[in-house]
C-alpha cells in the first residue's frame, strides 16, 4: 500500500463547527495569542487560560466529525494513512483515523505546570473532568495545564512527523493557512516522487517550487474529490 499523508489545520475541522483561527470571525479575532497561547500568558493569567481551554474542550461534546474526517477515515482500507494535524481537538480519531499525530498537543489532554512536556506527566481526561479548576493538581503536585503546545514552546513531535513526510508517495494539506512553523516547513520533506495536493477553499500560499494540485473546496468536498483522483 502506497504512504498517504495528510498535513491538516483548523479548516478540516470548520464544516463540524470549529472556529478556525485566522479566517475572518477566526479564533484570533476574540481573543490575544500572547494572553491565551503563550506560557507567558499562562504564567501571568492561569485561570483565564485555563478556562479558554475548558471552553474549546466542552465544544468537543457538541460536535461530530464531519465528512471529510470520514473519508479520511475510510482512506485507511487503501493506504498507509498518517494525518499529522495542527488540530487539537479528537475529530481526526472520532472520524476513523488510527494514525495521528497532534503536533500542537491534545485537547482531552492535561499535563504538568511544571514539566509540561514529560510524557509520564501527559494524562487524558474522562468526560467528567472536562472542566479543570484552579487547585486541580498533576503527579508533581503544579497545576494541572491543558496539554497544548503554545508559541514559543518546542515541538517534540516534528522529528515523528518528519520521519513520516520522509516516506510520502501522496502528500496532502488541508486546512491550513500554512502560517505557523514548524508545522508549515514539512513540505519542504516531501519526496521528490511524491504528489501534492492541497485542499482549502481559499488562495493559501505556499513557499515552495514544488508542483501542487490545489482543489479550491471545503474539507468535505475536496476530499471527496480527492478520493476520485486516487481512484478508490
Ligand atoms: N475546509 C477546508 N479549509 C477551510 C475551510 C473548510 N471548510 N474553511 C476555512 N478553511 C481554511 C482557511 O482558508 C485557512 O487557509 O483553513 C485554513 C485555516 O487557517 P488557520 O486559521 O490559520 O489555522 P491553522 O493553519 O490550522 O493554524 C495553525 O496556528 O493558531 C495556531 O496552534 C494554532 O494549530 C494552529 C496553528
Not at 489545520?9 to 485566522?22: D, L, N, Q, Y
Not at 498533576?138 to 518546542?154: A, H, M, Y
Not at 520521519?163 to 493557512?177: E, H, L, P, Q, Y
Request: hydrophobic share 35%; with cysteine.
Amino acid at each position: 500500500m502506497k504512504n498517504l499523508v495528510i498535513l491538516s489545520g483548523a479548516g478540516m475541522s470548520a464544516e463540524s463547527g470549529i472556529k478556525t483561527f485566522r479566517d475572518t470571525g477566526g479564533l484570533w479575532e476574540d481573543y490575544s495569542i500572547e494572553e491565551v497561547a503563550t506560557p507567558e500568558g499562562y504564567a501571568k493569567n492561569p485561570e483565564l487560560v485555563i478556562r479558554f481551554y475548558n471552553e474549546r474542550r466542552k465544544q468537543l461534546k457538541d460536535v461530530e466529525p464531519n465528512v471529510g474526517h470520514k473519508i479520511l477515515g475510510e482512506l485507511e482500507q487503501h493506504f498507509n494513512v498518517t494525518v499529522i494535524t495542527q488540530n487539537v481537538d479528537n475529530l481526526h480519531e472520532r472520524g476513523g483515523s488510527k494514525n495521528v499525530i497532534h503536533l500542537h498537543g491534545e485537547l482531552i489532554k492535561v499535563c504538568s505546570s511544571r514539566d509540561p512536556q514529560n510524557p509520564k506527566l501527559v494524562r487524558e481526561l474522562s468526560e467528567d473532568e472536562y472542566d479543570v479548576k484552579m487547585g486541580d493538581l498533576s503527579e508533581d503536585g503544579s497545576q494541572l495545564r491543558p496539554f497544548i503546545v503554545w508559541f514559543g514552546e518546542p515541538v517534540p513531535k516534528i522529528e515523528e512527523a518528519l520521519d513520516i513526510v520522509r516516506s510520502a508517495d501522496i502528500f496532502v494539506i488541508i486546512g491550513t493557512s500554512m502560517n505557523v512553523y514548524p508545522a508549515a516547513g514539512l513540505l519542504n520533506y516531501v519526496p521528490a516522487r511524491a504528489e501534492i495536493y492541497l485542499i482549502d477553499p481559499h488562495p493559501v500560499t505556499v513557499n515552495t517550487n514544488r508542483t501542487i494540485h490545489v482543489i479550491a473546496k471545503g474539507a468535505s468536498e475536496g476530499m471527496e474529490e480527492l478520493k476520485k483522483i486516487l481512484g478508490v
